[in-house]
């Protein structure tokens, strides 16, 4: 039986796509990507981009970090600082932000790492419960088994005694008399 033969991922000629129709769908799913990969480059390696592309149809799709506006501004203007106006405050509202979230997972780490440390501490309590119940109910036994002889040797005695009153008796005989 013959094993059905796919293309799988193989490496795609870089070439201009002739069919127009596979052309746009290609625009438009590989469209995404190259703005995450662009999204990650800028984060990775901290640096401000922006790209534009123009769709076959003329539509614009722009990326921009922190935004197109700035970036193109520094760009036509070749001024190395950012561009007055929304863009310092995105970023600065971008920082502001991070520092938060950094802040509310270190507060969330600490609160694990505590909640780690109580719960081993209450599985120790726990073993501790168990081995003092285990030591406590080998002592009832032991005292019940202990008493209950104890208690027959008792009656033992206490039957003895009376045998032994009967036969002799430590008030004189004659106490009425006295």
Same mark, same amino acid.
């Given at each position: 039986? $013959?094993?059905?033969?796919?293309?799988? &991922?193989?490496?795609? %000629?870089?070439?201009?796509?002739?069919? %127009?129709?596979?052309?746009?769908?290609?625009?438009?799913?590989?469209?995404?990507?190259?703005?995450k990969?662009?999204? %990650?480059?800028?984060?990775?390696?901290?640096?401000?981009?922006?790209?534009?592309?123009?769709?076959?149809?003329?539509?614009?799709?722009?990326?921009?970090?922190?935004?197109?506006?700035?970036?193109?501004?520094r760009?036509? =203007?070749q001024?190395?600082?950012?561009?007055?106006?929304?863009?310092s405050?995105?970023?600065?509202?971008?920082d502001a932000?991070v520092?938060?979230? =950094?802040?509310?997972?270190?507060?969330? &780490?600490?609160?694990? $790492?505590?909640?780690?440390?109580?719960?081993? +501490?209450?599985?120790?309590?726990k073993?501790?419960?168990?081995e003092?119940?285990? =030591?406590v109910?080998?002592?009832?036994?032991?005292?019940?088994?202990?008493?209950?002889?104890?208690?027959?040797?008792? $009656?033992?005695?206490?039957?003895?005694? %009376? +045998?032994?009153?009967?036969?002799?008796?430590? +008030?004189?005989?004659?106490?009425l008399?006295?």
């Amino acid at each position: 039986m $013959e094993r059905k033969q796919t293309q799988g &991922r193989k490496k795609i %000629e870089m070439k201009m796509i002739a069919n %127009e129709n596979a052309r746009r769908i290609t625009f438009s799913k590989r469209r995404h990507g190259l703005f995450k990969k662009a999204s %990650e480059l800028s984060t990775l390696c901290g640096v401000d981009m922006a790209i534009v592309l123009f769709s076959m149809g003329g539509k614009a799709f722009s990326f921009g970090k922190p935004n197109v506006d700035s970036i193109v501004d520094r760009f036509l =203007n070749q001024n190395a600082q950012p561009s007055e106006g929304v863009s310092s405050h995105a970023t600065g509202h971008d920082d502001a932000t991070v520092h938060q979230l =950094n802040q509310q997972f270190h507060d969330l &780490r600490k609160r694990l $790492e505590a909640a780690k440390k109580k719960e081993k +501490i209450l599985e120790q309590l726990k073993k501790s419960m168990e081995e003092l119940k285990k =030591n406590v109910a080998q002592r009832v036994d032991e005292l019940n088994s202990e008493g209950s002889s104890k208690h027959a040797q008792e $009656e033992e005695q206490v039957e003895n005694t %009376e +045998i032994n009153d009967n036969d002799v008796s430590t +008030i004189p005989h004659d106490w009425l008399r006295l």
